[in-house]
């Protein structure tokens, strides 16, 4: 009996392609740290080769070098990342420890932020070019109130050992925290985020409901306040 013939192989199929939004996707996340080293100065040569890419490519889904800079800059600002990171930290940690990992995120998304935009600016593109895109006012407060709401999230197996709401708490949490960013503070020899985390819970004072740090001290021992 005759063997039968070998079977024909599969054609192969061709991978599906990128579509236009996923590759720009693509070439923002090689662009970003080649902008925060370089600014503006960055060519798209350099961008393409750390992409993988042609050169050509990044024309077909970005008009101009300036488009792929707003890209990115957008991109830096977007807290898509930091929200999501706020989302995986384990509810069954001590607040001590959510709070302490909340600060460490936002901590780096700031950081990511001024790398981009102080390079940028560093680099001679203060504003970006006529018409390119900004992040509108509801874009930002929208920002801030998803951060503020990640953060309350977070709070939330804690709502009834705090004296405060869980958004005021996650408000003076940010708002500690940005402020601290923007002044240098964190790092270094400032606070770090578990201090941060530690103070926002504890305060400052060892003692704080004792009757020293309650009435201000005259000559003849506590006086009243009026």
Known sequence: ???????????RRRAPGMSPEQRRAMIVAAALPLVAEHGAAVTTARIARAAGIGEATIFRVFADKDELLDACVAEALSPGHVLRELGSIDLELPLPERLTEAAEAMRAHLERIGAVVGALYASGRRRGRPGGEQPAQDDREASARALREAVAELLEPDRDALRLPLEKVAAIFIGTLFAQMRGGALGG????????????????LKQ????SHSRPQGPDGPRSVA
């Open 189 to 204: 020899d400032g606070p770090t985020p578990a201090d941060l985390a530690d103070v926002l819970l504890h305060g400052v």
């Open 1 to 11: 009996m005759s063997e039968p013939p070998p079977s024909e192989p599969a054609p």
């Open 208 to 211: 704080p409901h004792s009757q």
